[in-house]
């Protein structure tokens, strides 16, 4: 069994992912078959597709200029190598046609090189009171 059926005694539902549940509907398949020695098991159980929580984005509003803005503050070295993502030049102007890293592939760098951004957000999550983080 994989961890993609979930049974659930309270609401006496046979909880499954969405992924699961498209390799289910094919007869025959490993899913397939999972899914409908399960509901043996559970005859009064109905099937349920499970809706999969998103993980929040503390960092939503981070924008280039807030994350040069913090690299020259915080880490002059690093700057260069943010401008080579960002398509720019070595002096931080825009290049035409310059290659360039996605926007998600840059923050995620950013926020790799600035671990303490996490744990700033956490701290404030504490505060707060905040579970969801």
């Known amino acids: 069994m994989t961890n993609s059926i979930v049974i659930n005694d309270k609401s006496r539902t046979i909880e499954i992912t969405k992924k699961f549940?498209?390799?289910?509907?094919?007869y025959k398949t490993t899913?397939?078959?999972?899914?409908?020695a399960v509901r043996?098991?559970?005859?009064?159980?109905?099937v349920q597709i499970k809706a999969v929580s998103k993980k929040a984005d503390h960092f939503k509003g981070l924008t280039f200029d807030y994350m040069e803005g913090y690299i020259k503050k915080h880490?002059?070295?690093l700057l260069k190598n943010f401008y080579i993502l960002s398509g720019k030049t070595e002096e931080g102007k825009k290049k035409d046609f310059a290659a360039a890293a996605t926007y998600g592939e840059i923050k995620k760098w950013f926020i790799e090189q600035f671990p303490e951004l996490e744990i700033k957000r956490k701290t404030i999550d504490e505060i707060l009171?905040?579970?969801?983080a």
């Open 21 to 26: 549940a498209a390799a289910a509907k094919h």
């Open 31 to 36: 899913e397939y078959d999972e899914l409908q």
């Open 40 to 46: 043996r098991d559970y005859p009064n159980y109905r």
């Open 75 to 77: 880490n002059m070295e």
């Open 129 to 132: 009171g905040n579970t969801a």
